[in-house]
């Protein structure tokens, strides 16, 4: 989350997200509490068992939540990347100290970077990076924008594999596969879905169990829309370049929306803009997907619980973990909710 992969673009380097296995964490314990979210210690796990070993460098942006602030000592005694960066991303506090430091720690990444390729990143180099990842964001924009007229034309799954796979592979054929698909979808035509949409919310930094959002969709419900890190969220935002790229950069990082609990953000609501997203595609409640042991989350939802009650908005939380998910649970839960919504 919010590490500006076009830097290590314009470096010449291929960004990657890195994701939790589908293993059970063995090792990984014996580093790490088993209290810690299952994106963390499936992480820890599969670097000290030699799982990550292909990778050159790994970057961390270690402000992102208590729990990540511990890798990067894990990985740096048992991992040894060639490369290894530290980002500390100021939350989104008002001030100019806050921008000057943002500034700053680009700046400091953009050097090390420099240093570890024997590349010189200029100017040029960054806007070209830039211009290639907003390509990507308005691609994927256009993508959520026929979904929400079609809701049914991809499910929920296949969307967040179309965003997943763009965090592992070249952004650059990313765009040119999306160029191939958006066409084919435009001409398809479907008839209007009278089932009940409903807006998944939340996985701040991993993308949902797939088992969860097949089975949203199994109960009879649509999802035409989403606020999820793996979906609207990765590319929210276009860098609004000017002169100065790294600036440009800073900016996107200090947008405010879509509202993120790991950003310190307190004067926008977080329900407000999930509000919108109702209105927008015309939903009829939200489904909160929360990871077990995630900090800003669970900080968060008590006053988005409240604010959704206010608001008259139908919401319930789904809470998943990396390895023992009580999926009877979830349906039993999701049948309920569906019922409440009017549907069979």
């Known amino acids: 989350m919010q590490v500006p992969e076009e830097i290590v673009h314009a470096a010449g380097l291929i960004p990657v997200v890195i994701w939790r296995g589908n293993e059970a964490v063995t090792w990984g314990h014996s580093h790490i509490p088993p209290y810690y979210c299952g994106i963390v210690r499936s ?31 894990i990985i740096e005694r048992h991992v040894k990347p060639e490369y290894m960066k530290l980002l500390y991303l100021p939350p989104v506090y008002p001030g100019e100290a806050t921008r000057d430091f943002l500034i700053s720690d680009l700046e400091l990444f953009k050097k ?26 308005s691609l994927l924009e256009r993508l959520y924008e026929i979904r929400r007229k079609k ?6 799954a ?22 191939e698909l958006l066409p084919l979808m435009e001409a398809m035509t479907i008839e209007p879905t009278t089932k009940i949409k409903v807006i998944p919310i939340g996985c701040l930094c991993q993308i949902p169990p797939f088992d969860v959002l097949n089975m949203i969709e199994d109960l009879g419900m649509v999802i035409p829309d989403d606020d999820l890190y793996v979906g609207s969220r990765y590319f929210a935002n276009k860098v609004n370049m000017n ?5 440009a950069l800073a900016e996107r990082h200090l947008k405010k929306t879509p509202v993120c609990p790991t950003k ?81």
């Open 43 to 73: 992480f820890i796990d599969d670097a000290v068992r030699g799982k990550l070993g292909f990778m050159d460098g790994m970057i961390f942006h270690v402000r992102q939540c208590l729990l990540i602030m511990d890798i990067p000592l």
């Open 112 to 137: 090390s970077l420099e240093e570890y390729t024997g590349n010189t990143i200029t100017d040029d180099m960054l806007k070209s990076s830039i211009a290639v990842y907003n390509e990507n964001r």
């Open 151 to 156: 809701p049914q034309i991809l499910t929920s």
């Open 158 to 179: 296949e969307v967040m594999k179309i965003v997943w796979a763009g965090m592992l592979m070249q952004k650059e054929d990313h765009n040119e596969l999306l160029k």
């Open 243 to 247: 002169d100065n790229p790294i600036e």
């Open 264 to 344: 310190g953000v307190w004067d926008v609501l977080w329900a407000d803009d999930v509000e919108e997203m109702v209105k927008l595609n015309n939903a009829s409640g939200v489904i909160s997907i929360h990871v077990k042991f995630c900090p800003p989350h669970a900080c968060y939802y008590p006053d988005f619980k409240s604010r959704m009650i206010e608001k008259g908005i139908p919401e319930i939380l789904v809470q998943v973990e990396h390895e023992m998910l009580s999926m009877e649970g979830i349906k039993t839960r999701l049948q309920s909710f569906t019922e409440s919504l009017g549907g069979e």
